[in-house]
């Protein structure tokens, strides 16, 4: 069983910078795809940012690109996700997720990620 333990969030005005952390409590995870999705009251958990195994590949939601950046250290079972420029519509909980696949076409899906952590809560001010 992957545990995942999202951290970093917090209050920040618009235009501010974050920088969430989700560790890992498996080797496991160097091997797979990982996630980033975000939910915000009354609404569905949306994609937010992936990266492949070896990192060498990452996916962004349009409205994030530019201004979001995932990353991930294996050596640490650690993925990163470096929010900058926010803006009061990134106001939502944040969650990290682990897939069992090294990489997906699939990657903005939900269902293409076995574990999840238990979400950080990123407010952005106007």
């Known amino acids: 069983q992957v545990r995942l333990v999202e951290s970093g969030g917090g209050l920040v005005q618009a235009g501010g910078s974050l920088r969430l952390s989700c560790a890992a409590s498996e080797r496991t995870f160097k091997s797979v795809l990982m996630g980033w999705f975000r939910q915000a009251p009354g609404k569905e958990r949306e994609f937010v940012a992936a990266?492949?195994?070896?990192?060498?590949?990452?996916y962004y939601a349009d409205s994030v690109k530019g201004r979001f950046t995932i990353s991930r250290d294996n050596a640490k079972n650690t993925v990163y996700l470096q929010m900058n420029s926010l803006k009061p519509e990134d106001t939502a909980v944040y969650y990290c997720?682990?897939?069992?696949?090294?990489?997906?076409?699939?990657?903005?899906?939900?269902?293409?990620?076995?574990?999840w952590g238990q979400g950080t809560q990123v407010t952005v001010s106007s």
């Open positions: 990266i492949s195994w070896s990192g060498g590949i990452t």
């Open positions: 997720a682990a897939s069992r696949f090294q990489d997906s076409d699939s990657y903005y899906y939900t269902t293409t990620y076995n574990y």
